[in-house]
């Protein structure tokens, strides 16, 4: 499959989708969970990255994984504008 785009702004813009697997205060099975949360989340972004997936199937993917997808979604955006005026 072709690269959509650079390797290294895809970087750039993967780290924006990943969640925070907070570490404080969380149970064994709590830090599994979001950990094992994280990860799926991870693929979904790659898979979105590379052209097979698109924003919408991100999302609707990531539903059932994140408690709070207006947090998330408003996180996301935030981290792309930040990441989008450092870019070259």
Not at 20 to 33: F, G, Q
Not at 53 to 71: K, R
Request: aromatic share 4%; charged share 25%.
């Amino acid at each position: 499959m072709q690269q959509v785009i650079d390797p290294l702004k895809r970087k750039a813009l993967a780290d924006c989708f990943y969640l925070e697997v907070p570490l404080i205060n969380a149970s064994d099975d709590e830090i599994t969970h979001n950990i094992a949360n994280a990860i799926a989340i991870e693929q979904v972004a790659t898979a979105m990255l590379d052209g097979s997936m698109s924003i919408e199937d991100l999302l609707e993917s990531a539903e059932d994984l994140i408690a709070d997808m207006d947090t998330y979604v408003e996180e996301v955006e935030a981290n792309l504008e930040e990441t989008l005026l450092i870019l070259p």
